[in-house]
């Protein structure tokens, strides 16, 4: 997924505030399972809600205003009932790394239980992290 940073997304200090590249691996992680075929609302109306339990950020360089990056989301471990998945944000001009993250995602219930991740999405997963690997 592209970002755009504007002057909206930078702290005093004309660099992206760190707070802002959760948003953009959420934003990411949305997509990526949009491009899937999977709506998170439809998941969540299903009764499988996927939120973060676990979340590791490297930040190793800073984007700037008008730096345009690229979110990249892929799978590297798939439990029962959960998804560890690798975001990378990187500027597109040069390449550069920006931040790397792990990000571990829970299967749920609307009534916080814990549940298996549907099959169609284990399957999607499965297949992602085969061309990973």
């Not at 702290?11 to 997509?31: C, F, L, P, Q, S």
């Not at 999977?38 to 190793?60: C, N, R, S, Y």
């Not at 995602?105 to 992290?129: N, Q, V």
């Amino acid at each position: 997924m592209d970002v755009r940073i504007y002057y909206e997304d930078t702290d005093a200090g004309g660099v992206v505030y760190h707070a802002n590249y959760i948003k953009y691996m959420e934003r990411a992680r949305t997509e990526y399972f949009r491009d899937h075929g999977f709506l998170v609302a439809e998941l969540a109306a299903d009764g499988f809600v996927f939120p973060v339990v676990k979340l590791e950020i490297d930040f190793k360089a800073p984007a700037l205003h008008d730096d345009l990056l690229s979110v990249v989301t892929c799978p590297l471990r798939i439990g029962g009932s959960s998804v560890t998945l690798s975001q990378k944000i990187a500027r597109q001009n040069d390449g550069k790394l920006l931040v790397e993250g792990l990000v571990t995602l829970a299967c749920i219930s609307p009534a916080l239980r814990a549940r298996r991740i549907p099959l169609a999405i284990r399957e999607m997963l499965e297949t992602e992290l085969e061309k990973v690997v």
